[in-house]
């Protein structure tokens, strides 16, 4: 059987620079450490996040970050790299200037999209961008957004006319000590090393070069970018199971019942086989759509990946969980990973809204089946 | 609006079912929603290469083939306009 290629047997040497920082950074100390070793353009097409992504070395970069991390940590470092990046490459003026700080691992950027209204309809959002000549201000709330509490720029989406036109919205990039802009922590247990939190704005003024990409391409700016991170979560979900599934057959193996260990037995060993063939189907279709998502704008493989790894990262780690007893209830096991995990069924949509992008694209689907 | 623009619209419009494409059909009614409005747009942007201005990015743009035919051709004698005086 062939090697998988998205991701390695093991780490390479240079994301070994990562050991330096405890188990328990956050997702900033660990941006700024990727940064500081030139690690963190890898992700990208030649380096350069207009070209797109580079999976390979994204999903050899986000196993690195989940396997030495918390996933509130992955977290905090995967969205600014699969969405922030790429969309301030889009842009000039003091976008160019975060681009560069960001890719140095100097800036910590959050993607604040989700409004005080419902995440799953982002056209019904409620901040707003109001234009007085050279100024633009900002006036609204988000609602859990990662990096909130812990980044230096926030990539706010608002609306600058009313009514749900993909073209009413407008991308601005606030500095997070601009005044009148408030954070506060998320209150949860969950997503720890994330900074997720609440944001608000309050007559935030700022100079008109701070709108990103042009006054109305804020859903189109979303939508251009929203592949990447889809394509970026399934790889990770590929090095959640990967990790998770390792740890589980450890403990397997390692556990006596009765003559031998939990690995004899044999019903034992089918529920673990299944659960592994899941994490084998989610990573043979990552690699199948990886480059068709990251070279273009793919919006129907995005989405099946999206609803993948969802699926194969609950079932996954439901079934780890459940095999490793109550020894799944420790600080960090696999009970505590699916209850974060289970972001990946609503973070940057959910598995709902992603199964309907399929289902608009079913009678293209079906004629790939026939290829 | 040209064959060339037509082409590339009707795509976008699954309840066209065959029929005539015209500068009054409304492109909502025919089956354009924000997804596929955002798709459009980066179609027109890509394989007309013209990119359409500010000013232009609203829902009349939006509303009929005619107008968005208008705002293309538009987008396409500004950016040549502009690479003249350049």
């Known amino acids: 059987m062939s090697t998988p290629t998205l991701l390695p047997r093991a780490d390479p040497p240079s994301y070994r620079a990562l050991d330096a920082l405890t188990t328990g ?64 490459a889009r842009a000039a003026g003091p976008a160019s200037r975060t681009l560069s700080d960001a890719l140095r691992g100097r800036t910590v950027v959050a993607l604040a999209a989700t409004d005080d209204t419902a995440g799953c309809d982002l056209t019904s959002l409620n901040t707003e961008a109001v234009f007085d000549d050279d100024v633009v201000e900002l006036n609204g709330t988000k609602r859990w957004i990662t990096n909130a509490t812990r980044c230096e720029a926030l990539l706010v989406l608002a609306r600058h006319r009313p009514g749900p036109h993909f073209t009413n919205f407008t991308w601005v990039l606030v500095p997070a000590d601009a005044p009148g802009v408030h954070a506060e922590p998320a209150d949860t247990d969950l997503f720890d090393g994330s900074g997720t939190g609440h944001l608000s704005f309050d007559h935030v003024r700022l100079g008109r070069e701070h709108v990103m990409g042009g006054v109305g391409r804020g859903m189109s700016g979303f939508a251009a970018h929203i592949a990447s991170e ?81 699926g194969t990262v609950e079932r996954v780690l439901d079934e780890c969980a459940h095999l490793q007893g109550a020894h799944g209830f420790r600080r960090g096991g696999p009970q505590e990973l699916r209850a974060q995990a289970a972001l990946f069924g609503i973070g940057g949509g959910t598995t709902e809204i992603v199964l309907s992008v399929m289902a608009g694209a079913a009678t293209d689907l079906l004629e790939e089946l026939d290829r | 609006m040209n064959a060339t623009f037509e082409n590339l619209l009707t795509p976008f419009l699954p309840y066209l079912n065959g029929n005539p494409l015209t500068e009054d059909s409304r492109l909502h009614d025919l089956g354009l929603n924000s997804m596929k409005a955002i798709d459009l747009l980066f179609t027109i942007e890509d394989e007309l290469g013209v990119s359409l201005p500010d000013e232009d990015l609203n829902d009349a743009t939006f509303a009929t083939a005619g107008a968005l035919w208008n705002a293309v051709q538009r987008a396409g004698t500004g950016q040549e306009d502009r690479k003249a005086a350049a």
């Not at chain 1, 918390?70 to 990046?85: K, W």
């Not at chain 1, 673990?272 to 919006?299: M, N, W």
């Open chain 1, 230 to 310: 889809r394509l970026a979560g399934a790889l990770w979900a590929v090095a959640l199971c990967r990790r998770v599934l390792r740890d589980t057959l450890h403990h397997l193996r390692e556990r006596p019942y009765a003559d031998g260990t939990l690995w004899h037995v044999e019903g034992i060993r089918q529920r673990y086989a299944a659960a592994l063939l899941l994490a084998r189907q989610h990573q043979a279709l990552t690699a199948g759509l990886a480059d068709a998502v990251a070279s273009g704008r793919d919006a129907t493989s995005a989405a099946m990946l999206k609803a993948s790894a969802a």
């Open chain 1, 25 to 88: 950074a956050s997702g900033p100390e660990v941006w700024r450490a990727l940064g500081a070793e030139g690690l963190l353009p890898r992700a990208y097409r030649d380096g350069d996040p207009r070209r797109g992504l580079e999976p390979g070395e994204l999903g050899r970069l986000l196993a690195a970050v989940d396997g030495r991390f918390s996933l509130g940590t992955t977290l905090a470092v995967c969205v600014p790299l699969a969405t922030c990046l790429p969309l301030l």
